[in-house]
């Protein structure tokens, strides 16, 4: 089946330590984003990326980082510069070719503080 | 600030009636889409509706726009327990160059009691 793999499910980040969280998808988008959930609230967009070895800063990109080595994969690493990194954190892709794409998402990662 | 922002947060009906959820945002848009969360999950694209579309319809799901208030609105008949979920609305600002770039609302978290 196609769709987009997000792990691990749960990450637990120690104080001063990057933590790299995991998006595959299979479904032969070239566009992937990251998107951060805090509790009751909507999406802020982190990164995303419409082609390989090509990304962009969103909204909220302070204290994170992400690569574009392969098409399938878009993989963010959550820095000890980000203060707050405690958060639901989840991975979309759609299509560029066509306007008026839907996103799809993965289950997400969420990451505590230890 | 949020492009999107639904009214109202928090909504309980019970099996059978209808669910009806507004979304208002602040820029022109290419077009809007309707996403549904399940509680830990990630989101499910439920419509899109293009900024020239006045309503589109999916099932038991009802779409409407109306670009001069800028604002939509979600209508979900004889619902469901299963409809139980958050529904977040999303705008694409972007032109009809490539990709999509949305800014989601906060959610509105609908209940439905069997």
């Known amino acids: 089946d196609g769709g987009i793999t997000q792990s691990p499910k749960y990450l637990f980040r120690k104080e001063g330590q990057n933590v790299t969280l995991s998006c595959e998808q299979n479904?032969?988008?070239?566009?992937m984003y990251w998107y951060r959930q805090d509790p009751g609230q909507g999406l802020r967009l982190i990164y995303y990326s419409q082609i390989v070895n090509d990304f962009q800063k969103g909204d909220i990109a302070e204290g994170y980082s992400v690569s574009r080595e392969k098409k399938e994969s878009f993989p963010l690493t959550v820095t000890s510069a980000q203060k707050n990194p405690t958060a639901f954190y989840l991975c979309?892709?759609?299509?560029?070719?066509?306007?008026?794409?839907?996103?799809?998402f993965g289950d997400g990662t969420r990451l505590s503080i230890l | 600030s949020q492009q999107g922002e639904e009214d109202p947060q928090a909504l309980s009906i019970q099996e059978g009636e209808n669910a009806t959820m507004n979304c208002s945002y602040k820029?022109?848009?290419?077009?809007l889409q309707w996403y549904r969360q399940n509680s830990g999950r990630g989101l499910v694209h439920l419509i899109l509706?293009?900024?020239?579309?006045r309503e589109k319809h999916s099932g038991r799901l009802r779409v409407t726009l109306d670009t001069s208030k800028k604002s939509s609105s979600l209508l979900i008949t004889a619902s469901r327990a299963a409809d139980t979920a958050s529904y977040f609305c999303a705008t694409d600002s972007r032109g009809e160059t490539s990709g999509s770039r949305l800014t989601f609302g906060e959610g509105t978290q609908l209940t439905v009691n069997p």
């Open positions: 479904l032969n988008h070239d566009a």
């Open positions: 820029t022109s848009i290419n077009n």
């Open positions: 979309a892709s759609s299509l560029v070719e066509y306007s008026n794409q839907p996103q799809h």
């Open positions: 509706i293009r900024s020239n579309e």
